[in-house]
């Protein structure tokens, strides 16, 4: 198995345009979640989904942030539009469901200009 | 609600020392606890568990962890401390109570160095 799949690895932007991050979880998984990584908050849950139904999106910082998942093999997390304050790495982690662990992605490194 | 602490920002020893990387933990119910680490530019990668049974929990390269239901902590230890175990660790902790999905609630993590 190839694990969990982040594209792209890198992305610089310029403030105001539309970043589209992309994760394909472990097949098998019915739990996907998305993380933002940053020195100063540290590891931070964003949106979380079961069998494609997102169950908690408290940690999505505003309404330029949203996520989907068309099916069970792709999720995507958008920023529209892109700011300075979210430069990051951004994390995509999948579970078959507790008590079983996730399984993270390498992650996808922001810089928004 | 559930919530765990890493009380250290930064763990130093040296090579071939026991490390112990500490972690307490709260939750209303019993726990399901977990350590990750994280190397350089990479994403978090499992450690080991507890979920019941025997207190102390052997993982990935050499580590343990020991669930203290009193102290309400899981520390994390190895005997003989490498060069290579130099990055950033996770503990992490679910409520088995919590009814919200399958979240689980990271600490702030650890950074562990260790000197030649």
């Known amino acids: 198995d190839a694990g969990v799949i982040q594209s792209p690895r890198h992305e610089v932007t310029e403030m105001g345009q539309e970043v589209t991050l992309r994760c394909k979880p472990i097949s098998g998984h019915n739990s996907l979640f998305w993380y933002r990584q940053t020195m100063m908050r540290g590891l931070e849950l964003l949106i979380y989904f079961n069998n494609n139904v997102p169950i908690d999106d408290s940690g999505m910082p505003e309404d330029r942030f949203s996520a989907k998942m068309p099916n069970a093999s792709f999720s995507t997390l958008k920023i529209q539009p892109s700011e300075p304050r979210d430069s990051a790495v951004y994390f995509c982690?999948?579970?078959?469901?507790?008590?079983?662990?996730?399984?993270f992605g390498p992650g996808t490194r922001l810089t928004v200009l | 609600a559930q919530s765990v602490a890493q009380p250290e920002d930064q763990v130093n020893v040296a090579e071939g020392n026991p490390l112990t990387v500490k972690c307490t933990y709260s939750?209303?119910?019993?726990?399901?606890l977990f350590w990750y680490v994280q190397y350089p530019n990479r994403g978090l990668q499992f450690l080991l568990k507890?979920?019941?049974?025997?207190?102390l929990v052997k993982g990935s390269y050499g580590f343990e962890a020991e669930f203290n239901k009193s102290q309400t902590s899981f520390h994390l230890k190895k005997p003989s401390a490498l060069v290579s175990d130099s990055a950033l660790y996770f503990c992490a902790v679910r409520d088995k109570n919590n009814n919200a999905g399958n979240m689980l609630t990271f600490g702030g993590g650890t950074r562990l160095m260790v000197k030649p």
């Open positions: 982690a999948s579970s078959s469901g507790l008590p079983n662990e996730q399984f």
């Open positions: 939750v209303s119910g019993n726990p399901y």
């Open positions: 507890y979920i019941t049974g025997d207190n």
